[in-house]
């Protein structure tokens, strides 16, 4: 579970997508939004993910070669 601040729902419902978009995530729900005085939305979302496909799409840092 996480909670975040989002300028507008546009914003929430992208991030959403991008999320539904990657195979290691199994659902995703967003509830408790809420409209604070600065403009700002405040949520919260609950991720679930698929261990094995979530473990194995871990970005791997590539090294560069050294050269001289």
């Known amino acids: 579970r996480i909670q975040a601040l989002s300028d507008n729902y546009t914003t929430i419902a ?12 199994k659902d995703i729900s967003l509830d408790n939004v809420n409209a604070l005085t600065s403009g700002k939305l405040d949520f919260n979302a609950k991720i679930k993910f698929d261990k094995i496909k979530f473990l194995q799409n871990q970005w791997i840092p590539y090294e560069m070669p050294l050269t001289c």
């Open 14 to 25: 992208k991030q959403l997508a991008a999320f539904i978009a990657d195979d290691s995530i």
